[in-house]
């Protein structure tokens, strides 16, 4: 049973800084790609950050420089590293794996910014 646990979210002022943590279990981590997605009220679910098992990271334009996406393949977790952030990075963030033919999703962190 394929099973992706988010924590770390919380609420942060704006300039704050959060990590958040996806735990994978019942998959072979280190080949599948992962990657953070958030979406706000009455938004589309967007793709923040993608880490795949090789190969180029990518990031939403809106994150780069102050997000970082990682991975520990020795602890089957990604993480992703929140600095700078803003009252517009307030969404749920869930955490996603896929292989292309399969797509796993968690249960999603809140991240609320305000001040």
């Known amino acids: 049973q394929v099973q992706l646990v988010e924590s770390g979210g919380g609420s942060v002022q704006p300039g704050g800084s959060l990590r958040l943590s996806c735990a994978a279990s019942?998959?072979?981590?280190?080949?599948?790609?992962m990657a953070w997605y958030r979406q706000a009220p009455g938004k589309q679910r967007e793709l923040v950050a993608q880490?795949?098992?090789?190969?180029?990271?990518n990031y939403l334009d809106s994150v780069k420089g102050r997000f970082t996406i990682s991975r520990d393949n020795t602890k089957n977790t990604m993480y992703l590293q929140m600095n700078s952030l803003k009252p517009e990075d307030t969404a749920l963030y869930y955490c996603n794996a896929n292989t292309g033919s399969l797509n796993y999703w968690g249960q999603g962190t809140q991240v609320t910014v305000s001040s």
């Open positions: 880490i795949p098992s090789a190969g180029s990271i």
């Open positions: 019942g998959i072979f981590f280190r080949i599948w790609a």
